[in-house]
């Protein structure tokens, strides 16, 4: 599945791609998830690009 390789990975570059073909499938739950990511774009893209997190490191 795309999601899964493109998320599920440190492909962070692959998300505006995705965000692209998820769009185009007119589904209101994933225009809405779309939307979310575009509002914060680029701590979207760290999240997946780096192997931490925040909730991570506090634990």
Same mark, same amino acid.
């Given at each position: ?12 570059n +692959? #998300?505006?791609?995705?965000?692209t !073909? $998820? ?12 939307? +979310? #990511?575009?509002?914060d774009?680029? !701590? $979207? ?15």
């Amino acid at each position: 599945m795309y999601y899964k390789k493109g998320l599920g990975s440190n492909v962070h570059n +692959e #998300l505006d791609s995705w965000m692209t !073909t $998820a769009a185009a499938l007119q589904i209101d739950e994933l225009d809405t998830y779309i939307n +979310e #990511l575009n509002a914060d774009i680029d !701590t $979207a893209k760290n999240g997946i690009h780096y192997k931490y997190n925040k909730s991570k490191a506090s634990v």
